[in-house]
């Protein structure tokens, strides 16, 4: 589970996220969704303790981000807005260079990089270089270095962004079936249909807060919005929270 409890983080004058608190509990896909510049990717900077909050904290499976942060990123996987592979290494180097800095045994590395090269269809890739890869194959890549030490909760900042069709309904099954498995998924999208056919709880925010919380019926119900996109602007919109 990832909790955030009153977290808060300004640079200078802009407050750029202001008091958030939200839960996203096991087995579940919960959806962060604002407008660009809500304060989306700098909430989940500082879950993955990649940015120290102001105030306030984010916990993974109890395990305090700040005050705790090696415990803490052990079970977390992270998918950053920036993918960042290594062009000059293989998929299958790629991989296993994330396993080595989280000190697995090489045998484990190597039964988990064909696991994971398995599930995400990546046979094709797995021994090329990463130069020249597609957008669709370098998030593969940057996938596997998310999943390879196993981790029960995921970090996903914008995971379909720059993806084609048929790549988006790839990596969308990917997410359902990290779901299914058990573990923790915190996405993060301004996408309405990519957030109504994954999340199984939303978490809206605007300007920095958290102006409603719920499943995308209960947004709508909430909204009197007969879909998600018009319940989102009318949350987003009236500037008052629902709760």
């Known amino acids: 589970m990832i909790e955030v409890t009153n977290l808060y983080k300004a640079f200078g004058d802009i407050q750029a996220v202001q008091n958030i608190s939200f839960q996203a509990p096991n087995g579940e896909i919960t959806g962060l969704l604002g407008p660009n510049g809500a304060g989306k990717s700098t909430a989940m900077r500082m879950i993955a303790g990649i940015l120290n909050p102001d105030q306030g904290s984010a916990s993974v499976d109890g395990f305090n981000m700040s005050q705790q942060r090696l415990d803490a990123q052990k079970r977390l996987g992270v998918l950053p807005d920036k993918r960042g592979i290594y062009q000059r290494l293989t998929s299958r180097e790629n991989i296993r260079y994330y396993g080595q800095l989280h000190l697995l045994p090489s045998k484990q590395i190597e039964t988990r990089i064909d696991e994971i090269i398995k599930l995400l269809d990546m046979d094709e ?86 102006v409603a919380q719920g499943t995308a019926d209960v947004l709508r119900e909430q909204s009197g919005a007969e879909n998600l996109e018009d319940a989102f602007v009318s949350i987003i919109g009236s500037g008052e929270g629902l709760e």
């Open 125 to 210: 890739i797995a021994d090329r270089r990463a130069e020249g890869f597609s957008t669709g194959q370098k998030v593969k890549v940057a996938i596997a270095r998310m999943l390879v030490h196993d981790p029960a909760n995921l970090v996903l900042d914008e995971p379909t962004l720059g993806l084609d069709v048929m790549s988006t309904r790839a990596m969308r099954d990917i997410i359902r079936r990290l779901r299914d498995e058990g573990k923790t998924v915190l996405l993060s999208s301004h996408i309405m249909q990519e957030v109504a056919a994954l999340c199984d709880n939303i978490v809206v925010i605007a300007k920095g807060t958290v």
